[in-house]
């Protein structure tokens, strides 16, 4: 019997709204530009993260593709950090092109814009997919048959517009309280849906790697890849065919750090798994495909992959959050009216979910990631900023009605 690892990496940076004041509005549109060497500049944060991740995991999956037929990988990148790729480190994305013309990464679709607009407007959040499933085939000839939303957010609604949409494939949280009895290690049907299919996150073995890998106070620490491999083997008793690791792409190299020698410990893991003859690596489409469905998994409540919750609490857990969104929807129509194409942008950009992230107030923990991933001194100024391009946005869609639309 085959067991097969299924690794999908998620690639995704945001555009980060500056220090916009309400004296901006009405008189500069830039709500992205930042050059002032902080973690609000775009551009400076990329390529901090380009050359302490993207650049070193590239190279690495492009050996271990070389070094090992069988070893495959599944990646999902946003629009967003495509635009900001093909502006700063062009030589990123001629690494990721190399890697799907050996036909063993697969391309996971997603909204462009790494927006929550399913929950808001099922229009824009079409038009996401679709321009996103439009840039994946230009820069890489490839259309996605496999699909992830924004943060893996997942409820049975969703899976069945994935089915209707003709995906073959899609992604949610394995998570305990929806799972019960079962285990994440299996091909599922989403309630609801005919033909495709459902794969859940391994979130212990996933979380290991992406959140406790360099954790000193850890009971674990250090994880090498031979007890990595032992607990793979464990997680394959009975007779589960595969085991999803997700997790983000930064996890290499930003996230656990080189030093914590998080590459080296990727590298002899595949090494390691691989030794075995009945073990391989699947795309999320081969996963999907590699056995029948055991059953149907039902969510009727949203499942995400963040915070203790699991829920869109991170996002959508306190008032700010909530006005943000509320008011970003409300202009969809007078945007998308406009015809305007700098203005549609600028307003999709901020549809990007990472917005309403670094809205957060939660604490412990959770608080604390928040924290560290928010390039504001604190939530609330987080929301300012927001509000105020908001703002600015009002201000030209004014300036389009006075134009006689």
């Not at 036909?103 to 607009?117: C, D, F, K, P, Q």
């Not at 083997?233 to 930003?254: I, K, S």
């Amino acid at each position: 019997m085959t067991r097969g690892i299924t690794l999908y990496l998620h690639i995704h940076q945001p555009w980060r709204v500056r220090q916009y004041s309400v004296f901006d509005t009405a008189h500069q549109h830039d709500y992205f530009a930042a050059s002032d060497g902080t973690n609000r500049d775009n551009r400076a944060v990329f390529e901090k993260v380009a050359d302490k991740s993207y650049r070193p995991m590239n190279d690495l999956l492009e050996t271990l593709l070389e070094r090992h037929p069988d070893f495959k990988v599944s990646l999902s990148i946003t629009g967003v950090w495509l635009e900001q790729a093909e502006a700063w480190a062009p030589d990123i994305i001629a690494q990721l092109q190399r890697m799907v013309a050996t036909g063993r990464v697969e391309i996971v679709a997603e909204t462009y814009y790494h927006s929550l607009a399913f929950f808001y407007s099922q229009d824009e959040f079409t038009r996401q997919v679709q321009l996103h499933r439009d840039r994946i085939q230009e820069l890489f000839g490839y259309q996605p048959t496999a699909f992830r939303n924004t943060e893996l957010a997942y409820n049975d609604q969703l899976a069945q517009w994935a089915d209707a949409a003709g995906y073959q494939t899609i992604l949610a949280e394995g998570w305990d309280p929806v799972l019960e009895w079962r285990s994440p290690n299996y091909v599922y049907q989403p309630a609801g849906c005919d033909t495709t299919r459902l794969l859940l996150k391994n979130y212990r073995l996933s979380d290991d790697v992406a959140f406790r890998f360099g954790n000193r106070a850890w009971a674990e620490y250090p994880l090498d890849a031979d007890k990595y491999n032992q607990w793979m083997e464990a997680a394959f008793a009975g007779d589960a065919p595969l085991v999803n690791l997700f997790m983000d792409y930064e996890t290499f190299g930003e996230h656990q750090w080189e030093d914590t020698g998080i590459f080296s410990f990727f590298e002899h893991f595949v090494a390691r798994w691989l030794a075995s003859e009945e073990n391989t690596f699947y795309t999320v489409t081969q996963a999907a495909q590699s056995s029948e469905p055991v059953g149907a998994i039902s969510m009727p409540h949203t499942v995400t992959w963040a915070d203790t919750e699991r829920d869109l609490t991170a996002w959508l857990g306190n008032s700010m959050q909530h006005e943000a969104m509320r008011h970003l929807f409300a202009l969809e129509d007078d945007v998308m009216r406009s015809g305007d194409l700098q203005l549609i942008g600028d307003w999709r950009r901020l549809s990007t979910s990472d917005h309403v992230y670094f809205m957060c107030t939660k604490w412990s923990n959770d608080g604390d990631v928040h924290a560290y991933f928010s390039p504001y001194d604190s939530p609330y100024d987080g929301f300012l900023y927001f509000m105020n391009a908001l703002r600015d946005i009002r201000y030209r869609l004014m300036q389009h009605r006075s134009g006689g639309w």
